[in-house]
């Protein structure tokens, strides 16, 4: 089974859960997004980005390019994230003042491209002659990457060409470099080739094909590229390790590569980039690899909540089992890149095992990144947080007890809003005759093979899902590995249908209800004896979500309570009010009594109590406190009566 | 109870386990250690730390300096330490030869000092005009204070003047820099003030006493000097902060000092300092300040095994409770300082508290600081180690999984040395009539007083200790908090001596014999639930010793092993072939057997098994394997039917 792929925008009206985070990013996060483009965000750091592109037109035309540049060299990708969500978010809520600021935008993106298609403002403003020198630092081919996904996105939603025009010059215009004048190398930081492969997509373009195909298939060969490049010049942009080809990814050939190393980011958009080109040739090989990677990732590398780079040095994949859960880094970028990554393996292969760590990714790390008022964000994921010690201890400065407004490296906000408005591309996908149900996302869906159905469920909290079918067809819907049991309704009638790698395949005809009920029960995780920071642990998990112990509904101390093992764990009502709507669970745990000394020779008092634990994307929602989703786990001595 | 000090060392003749090891000193380590500082250790770092001083006398007579300076700005102190090391031993075992060996390595030393009376090879061979122009990273103060302390050991174990001498005329030269010309500053790294002490003490030399207080008054009074410092010269040795004034100890005036902070080798050297001159001058404010810091280490920020200085960032103390296994630094040089520490806070005042600290930083983190054999050294004392993530994992670079030979920077192995050959002055004290057994330590002892008496002990093995007294008078013998029951008896009849803040005191006359028996049981340890890594744990201890579990006992898997809550803890029999003679520990415990998943939402099969420990100390004696301290603690069904 290949080559599904996923459903134009338009046609999926979210509802309920989803509904309401794609709204929230409308209604908040987009408005707020745009003042930080422009400067005018209170309290958020300096962005700058708007005023680059203008400086960077009159380089162009050039005149005095005014205040210069300012932020990081990639700072150009924080507009094109911007432009990707308010596209995808005007297929759900068509916008007139928004297409209208989006298009100003655009105006003044293409003002800022140069003659021969080159578009990146931190070159342009700084120093055209260092184009296309320092590729391990420069970004350049990155921010080009992530035009061209906005270019892609707002094409689609409006079906301006615009942008899509700049960027189709702007490919034309790597292609003259890369190919026709084979200038050597591939990007520090990948990206380009996701974006390339959209645009190819979308488009047709063969160069954007071609291209896509030169960076993944030369990426590796020539480990000594970026060495030598660095010895090329007497300048850098920001001190990088020209010799850590694992931290670029540029160690092997790809299509020889075993382990996911390196910065986490860079290596998700790069194996997706592999996943989409391995789909759109078949190419067996390629795929190989990219399964191998999957597998590195996912079964040796990655957190229960699907956050993946464990190491904030370099932002980085760590070594096999190496999963702590105070120092984490986990950024949100790197759970969105895996599920770029996870979409692009269904593309490949319909299997269960990507859209559930697509799903464990998203309800999890990713909303997690946003506070739920859509106004401050993570770009760290602990899963265990202690004032006093996660953000002041040197070895835990990255791991903050809150989220902060604005980064001046402000990647992860732009993402997840254009992760949550384009969330219909990864819940749903086609292929011939079938409708694909990977994660389950209320609100009515059409297919381009006809097929069109409303979704009901009250999902995550809520495991009935209901489908009704308007027009029928062969439907599949994913029957999560973490449902312990599952029945399958079609038209008020339990039956038993096809389950193939993870998917239940149904026929069904206009008018027809399929309903599912999955396994809504609460449930302990354990870890893999492996994981040195996690043997002996227990967490809770319940449907998608993973839980966490919050002092706030713990007496203000997760630390002193153990869970009791296979104890009594129940889930509370769903509470509309609390968290913007959540369900707590209690958990039957033990409280130690601390003294006040380091240590102690006499067992601690031991005390039964009740843990209350609430969605991990819901922590740090209440004020500084601490926080832990891994739980000592003792035996209880009333259990074992 | 006050000005207690240590015994002449000439007055201890060691045997048993403080034998051994004594006797490893000299046979091994020191010949080892002068073989390095020649450079004829075949595979350790390079030293060239005495061809230093011989090109230094070449610039201090104007000649070449051939080869010029290699290694650490302080690399003298190598020497210095091999020498104190040297000096210590020959108390215990003259040796002519050795004499000869530190006669010549003084004489080398004498020429290299400058006729002004400074010494420091490095700013003598590279720039003279340089002298006393980065204290903040110079390192000149510290290596005169480890001369003085070599000089003072080893005109006290041979009558010898020159080095004394030498240092004397240092320490003049020192003075008129600062105190006669007014040159501002203190150390950056703090250890003269100590070596000062030693000096004044043995030689009565007004000016080293005032140099001490003026270095330790001064300090944080100014706390902008540093980075005054800083500005004013365009050099810098190692690019050290001048600003973080909480790494060197220099934002606030000590006597205001409230919390341990910064680079903790600095820290312990300087609270030795104060807590000496404290204890001189009968300091009250100054002994205060030495007690909130005492407190603030052992209270908040210690290794059950006596290790400090928690982060690898800046070998430094991190903030209260952040007490990590995995990621220890916990240096062995900390703990050397923290035992010079409490043996100075014991000449304040007359407490338990700091011999049992002392104690256990000696039998834990110092010893495991060297292998069993004297031939390899661990700088860092982690209290979990995992191969394939120790010593790999980015952040666990440091945390080694077995002993380097010899370091670039050699500050341990020669701190170890010097530490064990002169334990007679930490174990054994004497104030007046009285005569003090701070840790249990076989052989012969004469005091000053008069009193003498032989110590049989198989500890820490062996909790018998008996004292036949030669001489009698006041004895003082610490009673061990961890010791939870203890009988003492007197010429074979059971008595109750007076106990005081941890002593018992028992007038003794010549031919007494006196018995002391102490709580030999093995028992788990607990963890304050404030220390997050920690809480819920449980480790095991017998006597002085911290246990640990290895994989060599334990199927070579560790972390899947919990021990059973109050479960069976019981004792072998002490092995002589086993780890150069020790006992192991059976606790009962379970082992769940590891899916091959990362997660898993079944609960893991457990069966019991017996978990065996043995001391810390000797881990990493066997090869690469696991290691834990702290071990997931479960309750058992079956203790509990």
Redesign the interface.
Known sequence: MKTQSGIDLSSYRSEGFIGRYQRLIKDTVIPYQYSVLCDKAKGAEKSHVIQNFINAAKAVRGEDVGDGFYGMVFQDSDAAKWIEAAAYSLHRFPDKDLEVTVDGLIDIIANAQDEDGYLDTYFTVKDKDKRWKNLLEGHELYCSGHMMEAACAYYEATGKRKLLDVMLKNAAHIYDVFIKQAHEGCPGHPEVELGLMKMYRLTGDKKCLELAEHFINTRGTDPDFFRRERASRDWTVWENNAEDNSYQQSGVPLRQAENATGHAVRAVYLYTAMADLSSQNSDRELFEACRRLWNSI???Q?Y?TGGIGS????E?F?????L?S??AYAETCASIGLMFFASRMLENEVRGEYADVMETAFYNTVLAGMQLDGKRFFYVNPL?V?P??SG?????RHDLPERPQWYACACCPPNVARLISSLGKYAYGENGDTAFCHLFAGGSVKFRNGMSFTCKTAYPYGFDVTYDIKKGGRLAVRIPA?S?TYGVKLCGKEISPEIKDGYCYIDVADGDTVALTLDGSP???????????L???TAV?RGPLVYCFEGADNGG?V??I?LV??GKISAGEYDEALLCGTTKLTVQALR?T???????????DTAECEAVAVPYYTWGNRGVNQMRVWM??????IV??
């Open positions: 996912t079964r040796k990655m229960i190491t904030v040095l370099g980085a760590s070594v096999d089992y190496d702590p105070d120092t265990e202690v006093g010690i002041v201890s040197p070895t835990h973490w312990g449930r302990f995780a354990y870890a893999s004896t492996k994981i040195p920071q043997s002996g642990k998990c101390d630390l002193s153990s093992g296979g130690r601390a003294g006040d000394s380091l240590y102690s020779f006499t067992a601690p000592d786990e003792k035996d209880s001595p074992r009566k």
